[in-house]
Each structure stands twice: as structure tokens, then as C-alpha cells.
């Protein structure tokens, strides 16, 4: 079974860094691309970031370009999100993705709450 | 970017009705689209990719089509487990965008 486990989430003053990460189990990580949503609070959901399946590659939306860095770790199965230069409008829950049949967002973790406050 | 926009907002029906919700894209984005749905609390789920492929365990009153910049879901026997916010993706080029969602209620 197909398993995404996020954390690393909390509260965090504007400016300040944070980072999240995402344990993966149930199938063979190395294999995949992956990506992270998020959803601010009573909003709808909205693409950060992907990564290939060797972490050759990867994509930002661009509110996040230069302050977010997506990265893995093939050998301990785990994803990261590092956010640097956090903005109230990032206040968000941040879900772990996989794909599945060459498209997106097939799986999802339980989500990490981010509040950017001071 | 490619805008995707999502009709109605919200919609109210009744167990049993036959749904159908639309998507549209500002440009062409083929058939690389997916359906989402979101229950309250809950995180999302895949109910349908590359527009018309329903995902494994996703009853089959869920129906997607389209290709384009017209696309749509289809829920052809509304059950009291249905009612959730529907949400289209488009993965044809970066940045991959969500619709504004569809909520779906019960009278």
C-alpha cells in the first residue's frame, strides 16, 4: 500500500525558513517523479513544485521560484520541501504527491499545516 | 499560463440525480487533465486521469471526457457519499494548474 507521510509543519515568522518532508513506503520510491500541493485555508489546490524520479529535474510554480527548493532522497525514501523567505501567503497545507500512470497526484499524504505568522 | 475555470461553483442535487460539471481550459491541453475530489477534511483523491480513465476502486457512475479545452465529469447516479469539492487539473505544460472547484451538495 501506497504510504506518504508528511511533517515539519508548524508555526513560523515572515521571513523565517522551514522545511518539510514526506516518508514514503509501500513502493519503489526511486521509480518516481513526485510533487508537493498545497492548499491554503478554505482555498482551493494549488501546484508548488515536481521533482523527477533521480531529482535531475525539477519545477516551481513562481510565486515559489528562489525561495523553495524541492529535493529527495532515493536511499531513505523521503521527500523535501525547504522554504526559505516564508510569506503569510503561504500559509497553506502542504500534501506529498505521487503519480500514477504517467499523471500526476495520484496519491497524497495526510497534508502538514504551515502558518506563516508572527 | 493555462487558466482552468470550473462551472458551477456550486450545485445542489438529490441521491440518484445524474451530474455533470465542466471544465475549461484557456488553451489546449489534449487530454492531459485529471479529476479530483475532496471531501471536507479529507485529502484529495484522483478520481479520473488523462481526461477519461477512471482510477482503480473508482465506482463506475464516474465519468470523465473531453479533450481540448472543453472537458467533463459526469457522476450518472449521485449517492449520499458523493457530496465533495471537484477539482480539474491540467499537466499539459508547467505551471500544472487546478480549476476553482465545483462544490457539490445534497438538498
Known amino acids: 500500500e501506497v504510504q506518504l507521510v508528511e511533517s515539519g509543519g508548524g508555526l513560523v515568522q515572515p521571513g523565517r525558513s522551514m522545511k518539510l518532508s514526506c516518508a514514503a513506503s509501500?513502493?519503489?520510491?526511486?521509480?518516481?517523479?513526485m510533487a508537493w500541493v498545497r492548499q491554503a485555508p478554505t482555498k482551493g489546490l494549488e501546484w508548488v513544485a515536481t521533482?523527477?524520479?533521480?531529482?535531475?529535474?525539477?519545477y516551481y510554480r513562481d510565486s515559489v521560484k528562489g525561495r523553495f527548493t524541492i529535493s529527495r532522497d532515493n536511499a531513505k525514501s523521503t521527500l523535501y520541501l525547504q522554504m526559505n523567505s516564508l510569506r503569510s501567503e503561504d500559509t497553506a497545507t502542504y500534501y506529498c504527491?505521487?503519480?500514477?500512470?504517467?499523471?500526476?497526484?495520484?496519491?497524497w499524504g495526510q497534508g502538514t499545516l504551515v502558518t506563516v505568522s508572527s | 499560463n493555462t487558466v482552468m475555470t470550473q462551472s458551477p461553483t456550486s450545485m445542489f442535487t438529490s441521491v440518484g440525480d445524474r451530474v455533470t460539471m465542466s471544465c475549461k481550459a484557456s488553451q489546449n491541453v489534449g487530454i492531459n487533465v485529471g479529476w479530483y475530489q475532496q471531501k471536507t477534511g479529507q485529502s484529495p483523491k484522483r478520481l479520473i486521469y488523462?481526461?477519461?480513465n477512471r482510477d482503480t476502486g473508482v465506482p463506475d457512475r464516474f465519468t470523465g471526457s473531453g479533450s481540448g479545452t472543453d472537458f467533463t465529469l459526469t457522476i450518472s447516479n449521485m449517492q449520499a457519499e458523493d457530496p465533495a469539492i471537484y477539482y480539474c487539473l491540467q499537466h499539459n505544460s508547467y505551471p500544472w494548474t487546478f480549476g476553482g472547484g465545483t462544490k457539490l451538495e445534497l438538498k
Open positions: 521533482i523527477s524520479y533521480d531529482g535531475s529535474s525539477t
Open positions: 504527491t505521487r503519480g500514477a500512470n504517467w499523471s500526476p497526484f495520484a496519491y
Open positions: 509501500g513502493f519503489t520510491f526511486s521509480n518516481y517523479g
Open positions: 488523462w481526461a477519461s
